[in-house]
């Protein structure tokens, strides 16, 4: 089953005294349950519009989306602001973890805005720090952790809920390479475990060779898609060899830590 079915979507900036400008160009795909996919593309392709845009953060000015089955298109602000808590995750670059909240609520936050019993949430809380690793850390303060653990509470709190989507927003721009590669670890076995369908815009090589399928953007249409086969490292390389050709972010070859 498709979680998310985007059938020639657009969306254009500015009009009136501008120039239009279009993000995304009549952009068509599919996201099926329990996908893990990765967005990439130059600086300016459309990645954060178009996670924006599935994400029902911005509206689309033109073209068909459904996430889990709902026209939503079709819903007023209200309604879309209720669908979003109850079937989306995030996940940002910045981790956007409350400081005045110990590791522990802010995981719970959105069963404690769902009204859900302290006993369920607290079952759910232990279950979910255990997988992810960060037990230890639940009475601390964001504070008091590292960027890798707060990356790790934020998915935490992202899932608890059990979405039946997650997006995540360059989850691993702030980490160094060994929480990058804790944090992949962490959504990958997530993923694998929960079924947690995952959609990941990187600039991130690495981060993106955790991914099952990566959408190439460019000038808001999609340029190529690269699936993994058996290995990481091969997979890796293709999608080096696909930024090569689309040019800009050489930077990011300096990011390569197999
Ligand atoms: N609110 C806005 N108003 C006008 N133009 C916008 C707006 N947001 C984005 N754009 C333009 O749309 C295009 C796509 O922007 P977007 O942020 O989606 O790209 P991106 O691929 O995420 O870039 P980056 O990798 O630098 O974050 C860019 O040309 C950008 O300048």
Redesign the pocket.
């Known amino acids: 089953m498709a979680i998310v079915e985007a059938k020639s979507i657009s969306?254009i900036?500015?009009g009136k005294k501008g120039i239009e400008?279009k993000?995304?160009d009549h952009l068509s795909m599919n996201i099926e349950a329990g996908e893990f996919v990765g967005v990439m593309?130059?600086?300016?392709?459309?990645?954060?519009?178009?996670?924006?845009l599935l994400s029902t953060i911005d509206r689309l000015s033109a073209g068909f989306l459904t996430i889990n089955g709902s026209d939503i298109t079709k819903l007023s602000k209200e309604k879309l602001a209720t669908f979003r808590r109850k079937e989306m995750g995030f996940i940002f670059q910045d981790f956007n973890l409350l400081d005045t909240l110990t590791i522990a609520e802010n995981i719970m936050l959105p069963l404690t805005l769902d009204g859900r019993k302290v006993k369920e949430m607290e079952t759910k809380l232990a279950h979910i720090s255990n997988t992810l690793g960060i037990d230890g850390i639940l009475r601390n303060r964001t504070y008091e952790v590292s960027g890798g653990q707060l990356q790790r509470a934020a998915i935490a709190r992202a899932m608890i809920h059990e979405p039946s989507i997650i997006f995540a927003d360059e989850p691993t721009g702030n980490l160094d390479s060994k929480s990058s590669k804790q944090v992949m670890e962490a959504l990958t076995g997530l993923n694998t475990e929960q079924h947690a369908t995952t959609l990941m815009?990187t600039?991130d090589p690495f981060a993106a060779s955790f991914c099952e399928r990566i959408l190439f953007?460019k000038d808001?249409k999609i340029f190529n898609e690269l699936h993994k086969g058996d290995q990481r490292q091969n997979f890796f390389q293709d999608i080096l060899n696909v930024q090569s050709m689309l040019g800009g972010d050489t930077d990011d070859l300096q990011t390569i830590r197999l």
């Open positions: 969306k900036y500015g400008h993000a995304i593309g130059p600086s300016g392709s459309g990645k954060t519009t178009l996670l924006n815009v600039h953007i808001g």
